[in-house]
């Protein structure tokens, strides 16, 4: 299970548990699943995608940010 918080300048967007979540990232889309090796990286304008653990899908329009995945927590900060 993935801890998946999307926060923007003024207020939380989303906070909760994901199988797996799909960002625009600058040299193309990737994906982060559970036990995902760590990363960093700036995000360009497109689409956050969100499966969560009850199989339904979420998705948030961003115009940039940037996204940090360790120990099974991502922390995403964006523009919208």
Do not use: W, Y
């Not at 889309?29 to 995608?49: C, D, E, T, W, Y």
């Amino acid at each position: 299970m993935l801890k998946v918080s999307i926060l923007s300048p003024d207020k939380k967007i989303f906070e909760g548990n994901a199988n797996l979540v799909e960002v625009p990232g600058e040299k193309g889309r990737f994906q982060m699943l559970i036990n995902h090796a760590p990363i960093v990286s700036s995000l360009v304008k497109g689409f956050i995608r969100i499966i969560e653990n009850n199989n339904s899908e979420t998705k948030f329009e961003i115009e940039s940010g940037v996204v940090e995945c360790a120990n099974n927590e991502i922390i995403i900060l964006i523009e919208k």
